[in-house]
């Protein structure tokens, strides 16, 4: 069984690690312990929250990724395992020689299955889809025209109302949006480096400040998922600009919804296992036919 459980600390604590075990011992409170092999993610959001060498070492070993939050608790850092793979040489030569043109081909694919799944999650909230229908075949190679912003657009303003996806206008949509994206972006990133694959390389995004470009890469079919959480936060009434524990639970979860994949039903951190070892396959194969990607349900 694949690890599944994500954990989510904010009170003031020490975090270790005891035959296998994660230990939570909170300040009094009764402490708590988690089998390593069952977490996939851990959010340290509390700022007097100490850690264990030991526990970090086991974090690497377990493939476990770690984030650290800032003094408004949002994602910040993420502590993930240095390459383990036993053909990390070989990957990450495949990677350093890949060609233009499957690059280019690779981010096609990648923004015609966003902009498809942007178009099912409107139809799942009984919104008007049929410009981003419109859009889902006409994506060119390296999506040369820029349809990747033109259905943005449109998107946004049919999904939300009254919203601009501006991290800067104090909206509490935004901030979920935020917070679920950073959740997946790191989960995204686990898997790469278990495949051996280098996420600084990517095929679209390149930007030299940036650890994560191929993470970055590969998220975009992911996004919906949390899109879709946060729509339905607003729809509960449940969103406020704090992002509640309750708030920040929900979206930790969209690691463990499902999406279809070869016609199957499975959870986003399988899906972001497979979409990394079917990038490797594309890469060694030089099809781009290879690399799978998920729809939403």
Excluded at 4 to 14: A, D, G
Excluded at 217 to 243: A, C, G, Q, S, T
Aim: charged share 20%; net charge neutral.
């Amino acid at each position: 069984m694949s690890a599944w459980r994500t954990i989510l600390v904010t009170k003031p604590c020490r975090l270790s690690m005891k035959n296998q075990q994660f230990v939570y011992d909170p300040k009094d409170e009764a402490t708590v312990t988690v089998p390593l092999e069952d977490i996939t993610v851990i959010v340290i959001e509390n700022n007097q929250a100490s850690l264990t060498t030991a526990l970090l070492s086991m974090c690497a070993e377990k493939n476990i990724v770690l984030f650290t939050c800032d003094n408004f608790h949002m994602p910040n850092g993420c502590f993930t395992p240095f390459h383990q793979h036993s053909r990390l040489s070989q990957i990450s030569h495949l990677q350093n020689d890949v060609k233009l043109p499957l690059k280019k081909q690779i981010w096609q694919k990648i923004i015609t299955q966003k902009i498809i799944n942007q178009s099912q999650l409107l139809e799942y909230f009984d919104k008007d889809n049929m410009q981003l229908e419109l859009l889902t075949n006409k994506v060119k190679s390296g999506d040369s025209e820029n349809l990747e912003a033109l259905a943005a657009r449109r998107y946004w303003s049919v999904l939300f109302n009254d919203f601009t996806r501006d991290q800067k206008k104090g909206d509490p949509r935004n901030a979920a949006l935020n917070y679920g994206y950073a959740i997946v972006r790191g989960a995204v990133a686990r898997s790469l480096v278990s495949y051996g694959l280098l996420p600084t390389f990517g095929v679209f995004h390149n930007s030299e400040l940036n650890a994560y470009n191929l993470a970055d890469d590969m998220i975009e079919p992911l996004r919906p998922m949390v899109d879709m959480v946060v729509k339905k936060l607003e729809i509960e009434d449940e969103l406020d600009v704090h992002l509640g524990i309750s708030v920040k639970s929900a979206l930790l979860n969209v690691l463990v919804m499902q999406m279809k994949l070869d016609g199957e039903n499975i959870t986003v951190l399988n899906i972001c296992d497979t979409m990394a070892h079917s990038f490797v396959k594309s890469m060694k194969l030089n099809d781009v036919g290879s690399l799978k990607l998920p729809s939403v349900l």
